[in-house]
């Protein structure tokens, strides 16, 4: 079974990405202007308007049977966040505005992050051995949803981008948020919890 969630910010075809153009998230990356690859992405002083497609996913899935879903708990690896170069497209007027979008993008993507993470520690904490295979879905549309709450506030707290203190600093405590889910890395096994003495 493969589920499958989508963000906003997206600019996502149904067709897949090859692995080149995907880059999954690390701590040490960052992108650049040069990663947005869209046929879109422009900069050119005539234009009107500012756009800007992240080109970031969390994305879901895992193949099983129903024994090995039922003595599963942990899904870290099963959730990802990936950032798709054939996805991402700017428009800006000039290279000022689009190093602003670049790092919102950035921005977008630690944001994503941060979700993934929270999005493994629920299914850890609420997987039960005859849970659903569908259990997973609340948690899901409960923190997508607050994702792209925060991420339409600060797009609109920043101006786009234009407000970099406000950006910095909302994305500041989002790196500090994330180094305190250290647990749910993709690659991470979280700690058992410790049964209670009586």
Known sequence: MIYRIFIAFIFISTFGFSQEASIPWESDYQI????????TTQINKDLSNISVHSGVMIDFGF??????????KNFN???SCNFHRN???LMAPDSLKAQQLVKLVRFDFDLSELYARKIRRELYE?????????FFQPYFDKLIAERNE?????YSASDFGNKSEVLQQEH???KTEIEALADYCKL?????????KK
């Not at 925060?150 to 600060?154: C, L, P």
């Not at 991470?188 to 209670?196: D, G, H």
Request: glycine share 0%.
């Open 150 to 154: 925060i991420s339409s506030r600060v």
């Open 172 to 174: 500041q405590a989002i």
């Open 126 to 134: 609420n997987k039960k051995a005859f849970s659903d295979p569908r």
């Open 77 to 79: 690896s099963k959730v």
């Open 87 to 89: 996805a991402a497209s």
């Open 32 to 39: 650049q202007l040069e990663d947005f690859k869209a046929s």
């Open 188 to 196: 991470c096994k979280p700690p058992k919890k410790r049964k209670k």
């Open 63 to 72: 193949q099983m049977s129903n024994v090995a879903f039922m003595f599963t």
